[in-house]
DNA sequence: AAACTTAGTGTAAAAAATACACTTACTAAA
DNA sequence: TTTAGTAAGTGTATTTTTTACACTAAGTTT
């Protein structure tokens, strides 16, 4: 039956942010490549999938990340959808919507979440919508499938509208951490030096980074005392 | 073909804010009702309606808001996409989707948008999706159909974000007005009562609300300066 | 013991936010 | 034409928040 309502695809794309004490760093994936195509190299996205019969939205969002990484409970927001048409018509993608959507001209539109793993805890594979996953430096993005440099863009935004607020990010660090971690981590995301002893002060406020009694162990100079994020 | 993949709707929702001058309204519209229910009274509904074949998400909110208002270019922002499947599975919602949808038990996934037009601008009238609409105050919203009293709290939260900011809201006013008038809007809208001399001086600090050499007329009192707002 | 490295700390100045009350300009009623 | 009523318009002092800034302490390595 003709209908004017667009039979549309809804995907889920998740922009991974993960911190490896340098630098910031998103999950990409290797998109599989169509048969005619295996000879190219491959080309990257942010991991994604069509959301499931009667799943939602979060759902998806959270089954993507955990077949990608293992991990469950992690930190995930959703902060846009996408879905101008032309999103999923460029030449570039056409090969790889004919040889693995069933419908390769259909409208996709996609949601789009960001979560914060930590690096360590995240042994990169490969998963049933990837042949390959692996950690790419935030400055180092190349180009990607479809919209998903805008998106990755458009998440780093709301991640530092975030950060500014002192709400999020110490899902990125490990369970103990310092005080100079989370800077370098606020300044990495920022991509601005932030005064040391402010920074602190203002760290300090918040009640959930609770002090340990414990030190850095395995430094070559002065530890730091040890800290831990208590999501209220 | 069975499918793993859901077919899913997609729709847009609008929380169309208005403001009277003394209290924030939302235009909501009286869903048709399904034949074996026209004696029963309408349903409330905030507008809506499927997105079309290849239409972006922003014109199908644009085309919902100039079906019923007859406005263009109207501030419009997307601020939630709500997919969880048991949004359209509530008993009270099934006549009218076995009526009018295609596909009634289909997933709905819908993407929310808020907008800020001037209620005298508006005409409320029937449109296709609607045998009538209204505007109705913000603190005597109803149960509606749906997840839309969910989706007009969030609306309204992020909205107030912005006025918070100062960054919107100005959109509501008549082309000139007071500043008595903004504060009683932002009054309205944050639901507390500001400082009159500290409220000035802050909308006086923004380049975008400029200052005409005319007064307010027709009032029995001493009458106000005029602005008007120039989006930047 | 000296050199190296990062941890850790306080204060003063500037900027932003808040609290607060009287005079002015106009209309309507006496 | 005076009086009463109503909202407009205005400045300063106080508190809070933000910023700028430099040295000592605790550990490791040579």
Redesign the interface.
């Known amino acids: ?1 003709e ?8 995907s889920v794309d998740n922009v991974i942010f993960g911190w490896d004490g340098e630098h910031l760093n998103i999950l990409l994936i290797e998109q599989k490549r169509a048969p005619k195509n295996v000879h190219l190299s491959p080309r990257l996205a942010i991991p994604g999938d ?9 759902d998806a969002a959270n089954r993507i990340l955990k077949e990608l990484t293992k991990l469950e409970g992690i930190y995930l927001r ?1 902060f ?6 032309s999103r999923v018509k460029e030449e570039k993608d056409q090969d790889w919507l004919k040889a693995f959507r ?1 419908d390769p001209d259909a ?1 996709v ?1 996609t ?1 789009a979440y960001f979560s914060l793993v930590r690096m360590d805890l995240v042994n990169p594979e490969a998963s049933s919508f990837a042949s390959n996953t692996l950690w790419v430096e935030m400055h180092n993005i190349p180009d990607l499938a479809f919209d998903h440099n805008r998106i990755i863009d458009k998440a780093l935004r709301r991640l530092r509208q975030n950060v500014e607020q002192k709400s999020i990010g110490f899902e990125l660090l490990p369970e103990k951490f310092t005080l100079t971690q989370i800077q370098s981590l606020y300044e990495a995301i920022l991509d601005k030096k932030l005064d040391k002893r402010n920074f602190r002060k203002s760290i300090k406020k918040l009640d959930t980074i609770i002090p340990l009694n414990e030190k850095q162990v395995g430094v070559t100079h002065k530890p730091g005392q040890l800290f831990e994020y208590k999501p209220s």
């Open positions: 039956m209908s004017r309502y667009a039979k549309i695809n809804v069509l959301v499931l019969v009667e799943e939602g939205l979060d959703q846009e959808a996408f879905g101008d048409p069933e409208h539109i949601v």
